[in-house]
């Protein structure tokens, strides 16, 4: 039998998938992997039913449907405060997933070196690795996550192609600060490097914490690939779509990479989210303010535990310190504890560069009885 790829060799399944699979086994609620346990808003779902009537079953355009270029476009004008041409500097895709590798793929050739910060969602170094290109880690250092500048600056030094941001940042919930950013701008600059930005928390982001796009930053349009999705902002993550938005010569190439890999995403729920996209801004606040008293429910119960836990100030994720367990693996405390506990974390191993195994990652997009059934559990691990 000929050999499978290399490429493929060099990384394994995701853990949080895995982790699914686990908790399922176990009959333990799953704050492993992020999806909300809620339906999506019922004017959406309604939008995509009426889709379906009104034939939208064919191919939409590659790049993505007209109308919903034009409600991205209008969102992101929104959001940023600058003129998007939908026409040439967007193009839709399965989901941020697919955003992110069209993204890598088309800034980078075999050889090239992306910059991460660990811990990283675990998509990035997959993505990095499928486009021939080598992951380079930064550390955010535990318990705050923030990086040192000197380490960041060898980074660039030695030679990235692309910088990957994750903001609002899963696993470790940092939403970076506009000097934070400026920094990351201008090495950016200084080493002609292009930045991908993953910014799907957007909307989840907890006060007094404020999202900056980092292609507002003064001279990052340019070489900035802001990468996103409807997934977490309306609940809708099994609907696949997501985008990327820059400059036109670089959607130009990104549209033949999306072209080949998919076609597009599923054509009646591109027509249906357009309805999301035209929301008030009352729905953006309601939106972070309910994951902010699940965000305050979880915490509760990890309070009661004793256990010492980074407090987020985005996205919907909390990283909680497992040392007192005195554990050699983090990967054996995660199954021990959705075995014997009864919920399903992520071992956080799986989000930082090799030797780092003292963190679990839960998730709160959950309803307030499925936390507070989870928190009870968790109190089982007070220390
Ligand atoms: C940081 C980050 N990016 C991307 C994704 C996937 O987004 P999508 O459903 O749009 O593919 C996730 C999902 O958990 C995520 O946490």
Redesign the pocket.
């Known amino acids: 039998m000929p050999r499978t790829s290399q490429r493929t060799s060099a990384f394994g399944e995701s853990v949080i998938r895995e982790m699914s699979r686990v908790a399922t086994r176990h009959h333990a609620i799953n704050l492993a992997q992020?999806f909300p346990d809620w339906d999506p808003p019922a004017a959406l779902i309604q939008a995509a039913k009426d889709a379906m009537d009104a034939h939208r079953h064919q191919y939409a355009v590659t790049w993505g449907a007209p109308e919903l270029r034009a409600a991205l476009g209008a969102k992101l004008t929104r959001c940023t405060g600058g003129a998007v041409e939908a026409e040439r500097e967007l193009v839709v895709t399965?989901?941020?997933?697919?955003a992110?590798i069209v993204a890598m793929m088309t800034v980078c050739d075999p050889g090239d070196q992306v910059g991460l910060f660990s811990p990283f969602?675990e998509?990035y170094s997959a993505d990095a690795i499928l486009s021939g290109a080598t992951p380079v880690l930064v550390p955010l250092h535990p318990p705050h996550y923030r990086f040192d500048p000197a380490e960041l600056r060898r980074a660039f030094a030695g030679g990235l192609k692309a910088f990957v941001l994750?903001n609002p940042s899963?696993p470790c919930g940092r939403v970076f600060t506009r000097e934070e950013l400026q920094q990351i701008a201008a090495l950016a600059e200084e080493f002609d490097v292009f930045v991908i930005t993953?910014e799907?928390?957007e909307h989840i982001v907890y006060a007094p914490h404020r999202h900056v796009y980092f292609a507002t930053l003064p001279g990052m349009a340019q070489r900035t690939l802001s990468c996103s999705?409807l997934?977490?902002t309306f609940s809708i993550?099994g609907w696949?779509i997501?985008y990327v938005h820059a400059p036109a010569e670089i959607i130009a190439q990104a549209r033949k990479v999306h072209d080949f890999l998919t076609v597009g995403a599923a054509a009646p729920l591109q027509h249906a989210v357009v309805t999301a996209l035209n929301f008030p801004p009352s729905y953006y606040e309601e939106l972070a303010a309910e994951y902010a008293r699940s965000r305050d429910v979880l915490l509760s119960y990890l309070d009661q535990t004793g256990l010492n836990y980074t407090r987020p100030e985005g996205?919907y994720f909390v990283m909680v310190d497992i040392s007192p367990f005195g554990y050699a693996s983090d990967v054996e405390f995660a199954h021990w504890m959705t075995r014997e506990i009864g919920v399903a974390p992520v071992p956080g191993s799986s989000f930082f560069a090799p030797g780092e195994n003292r963190y679990i990652r839960l998730n709160f997009a959950k309803k307030p009885a499925t936390l507070h059934a989870a928190g009870e559990r968790l109190l089982k691990l007070k220390r």
Do not use: F, H, I, Q
Not at 94 to 98: K, L
């Open positions: 992020g399965c989901g941020a997933t697919e992110m969602y998509n994750c899963n993953d799907v928390y999705s997934s977490k993550t696949r997501g996205a």
